[in-house]
């Protein structure tokens, strides 16, 4: 088995599902409010998604989803990554990844 240090986040085996960021553009209404609708954070707290990579993202929001990952912004994070599928969460991530 293979583990991964993402972000300072060890995830070993985790599958990944094949993220569309067309898909994604349409799933992003609540992430814009804070990261912008093309992945500019709209203030300085939170940070801007825009080119990161979709590995990263998504690891990170499946983090957040499973109360796995603290910090300042996890009381905000949690709540929004709940309810999202791993299709959603691999969507997600592709646009962002491509803006």
């Known amino acids: 088995?293979?583990?991964?240090?993402?972000?300072?986040?060890?995830?070993?085996?985790?599958?990944?599902?094949?993220?569309?960021?067309?898909a994604g553009a349409?799933?992003?209404?609540?992430?814009a409010a804070c990261h912008g609708m093309d992945g500019k954070a709209t203030a300085d707290i939170y940070p801007s998604l825009s080119g990161q990579?979709?590995?990263y993202l998504e690891m990170s929001l499946k983090a957040y989803r499973a109360g796995e990952r603290g910090?300042?912004?996890?009381?905000?994070?949690?709540?929004q990554a709940t309810n999202l599928s791993d299709?959603?969460?691999?969507?997600?991530?592709a646009y962002y990844s491509q803006q």
């Open 53 to 55: 990579s979709a590995t």
């Open 71 to 79: 910090g300042g912004m996890s009381a905000v994070m949690t709540p």
């Open 26 to 31: 349409g799933k992003v209404a609540v992430c």
């Open 1 to 22: 088995m293979t583990a991964l240090l993402v972000g300072g986040m060890a995830v070993a085996g985790m599958a990944s599902a094949e993220g569309d960021p067309e």
């Open 87 to 93: 299709q959603d969460i691999a969507d997600i991530a």
